[in-house]
C-alpha cells in the first residue's frame, strides 16, 4: 500500500479515513510512530497532521489538537466571510434586476408572494413575521448579533417562540460570546425548554430569522427599520447552508468557552488581540464582537499589561511575537511571566 496519492484519501483533517485515524491517534498517545506506520495513509502527512522527528527521520511525531483544532477553525472563519460578502452581492443583484423592468406574471409554485419583498417599518416587519410563525411547522433558525440581549428584544419575540414551541417546532438561535453574559437570555431558555438550543461564537453575522428553511428576514438598513423578506429557494438555502456552518463552529452556551493557553489573556482577549493585528479601530471591534468601546478598551489596557506593552504599536509587535494575531500558530509565553496555564 505505500506510496499511494493523495486521490484515495479524498479527505480532510476534520475526517480521517479510518486507517488514518488510528496512526494519528496512536502517535498523540506515544508522542511518535515509525515511519512506516505512516506509509498507507500519506493523508497524514499532507495535512501535516504527522511530520518527521527531527531527531530521528525514521519516526514521525504529531501535530498537537489544538494546533489542529485553530487551523481548520481560521479555514472555516475564512469560508464563511466569503459567504457573507456573497449574501450581500446576491441580494444586491436581484434588487437590481428586479427594478430593471416589469414583473412577469406569477406562476402557479409562486403564489405564496414574490421572491423578494422589502418590508418598509417595524409594523409590517412583525406583521410579516407573525404571519411566518404561524405557518412555520418544522424549525426555526435566527442569528442574534449584538452582545447582550435586553429584556424588552428578548419579551417582543417571546410570544411567537411560545407559539413555536407549542407546535413542537424546534428554535436554534446563534449569539456573540457576549451574550453569555445576559441573564434576560439565560432566563429566556429556561422558560423555553428544550424547544430552544443555543450556541455562541466570537462572531457571527447580521441578524437572520429563517423559518422551515422557505422564508428567511435579514435586514434592510443598519437602523433595522427595513428588512428583506426572502423567499427564493436558492437565497434561502444559501443562507440555511451559512447558518449551518455557523453553527458548527459554535460553542453550546451550556459548555465553557475554550481556555487561550496562556496565562492572563481570556477567549475575549484573545479574539481582541487578532482583530487589532488585523488593524481594525476599537469602535470596529467592539461592534463585531457585541461589546462596549470602554468595554474593548478595558480589554486592550488588560492586553498591554499581560504582554508587557508601553504603546499601542508595541503591543502590536507583542501579539505578533506571541502568536495571538494568528490563531494557527503557537502561543508563546511573554516574558517575564509564568508558563501557559490551563485554566
Known sequence: MAGRG???HPHGADRLCDFGDRVYSRAVRRGRVPRRDAEPVPCLLDLALLHPDPDDMDWLVPTAPQEVMTRLLRGMYEEISASRRRVGSVVAAFEWYTGLGHQPPASPSAREGP???VLDG????QAAMDEATQACTTEVLTVQPGGIRRE???SEGLHRATALRGR???MRDLYTHVARHGQGLHTYLELMGDAVEARTLDEVTERLILFDRTVAFIPANSERTMALELRHPALVE???TVFDRLWRLAIPLTAPLPDTGIEGISHRERSIAALLAEGHQDAVIA???GISVRTCRTHIARL?????AASRTQLGVRIAQVGLDDVRRVVVTPPGRGSPSAR
Open 115 to 117: 421572491a423578494i419583498r
Open 122 to 125: 417595524l409594523a409590517r416587519i
Open 168 to 170: 413542537g417546532v424546534r
Open 6 to 8: 493523495t486521490d484515495e
Open 304 to 308: 498591554s499589561e499581560t504582554l508587557g
Open 152 to 154: 424588552a428584544e428578548l
Open 287 to 289: 461592534e463585531r464582537l
Open 238 to 240: 444559501y443562507l440555511g
